[in-house]
C-alpha cells in the first residue's frame, strides 16, 4: 500500500482558474499525484478526482481501482466518464473519477443491472 502525502493545493495557492482553482486538496505517493474538489449535484456531493503519473503516460485500469481505495475507501464507487466531443476537455495528460456519495449505488453494476 503507498502512503500518500497531503501537498498544498491549487485552491490553497490561490493559482489557476475555473474548475481547477477549485481543487481543494492535493496527494503524492511518489509516483502519483491526485488532486480533488467537492461538487455538490442532485446525488448529493460528488468528489471530482484528478489523476496523473510523474512520468506522464497512460494509467491502468487497476491503478486507478487502488488509488480509489487508498484515497475514498473500497466501499465507494467511481465513475470515470468519457464525455460528448461538444464537453471534451483534454488540456493535460489527466484522469478524472467522480466518487459518488457513500451508501449510493448506480443502477447497474457488472455483476447485473
Known amino acids: ?9 491549487p ?3 490561490h493559482v489557476g482558474t475555473g474548475w481547477y482553482r477549485e ?12 488532486m ?19 512520468s506522464g503516460t497512460d494509467i ?3 491503478e486507478k481501482q487502488r488509488i480509489k481505495n487508498e484515497l475514498f475507501g473500497s466501499s465507494r464507487t467511481a465513475i470515470e466518464v468519457f464525455p460528448s466531443e461538444s464537453e471534451l476537455v483534454d488540456g493535460a495528460n489527466m484522469y478524472h473519477i467522480w466518487i459518488i456519495p457513500p451508501g449510493m449505488k448506480l443502477p447497474f453494476t457488472l455483476k447485473g443491472a
Open 1 to 9: 500500500m503507498s502512503k500518500w502525502v497531503g501537498k498544498p493545493s
Open 23 to 34: 481543487l481543494n486538496r492535493a496527494y503524492i505517493d511518489g509516483e502519483y499525484a491526485v
Open 11 to 13: 485552491k490553497s495557492m
Open 36 to 54: 480533488t474538489r467537492p461538487v455538490t449535484t442532485e446525488w448529493g456531493e460528488v468528489i471530482h478526482a484528478c489523476i496523473r503519473n510523474i
Open 60 to 62: 491502468p485500469w487497476a
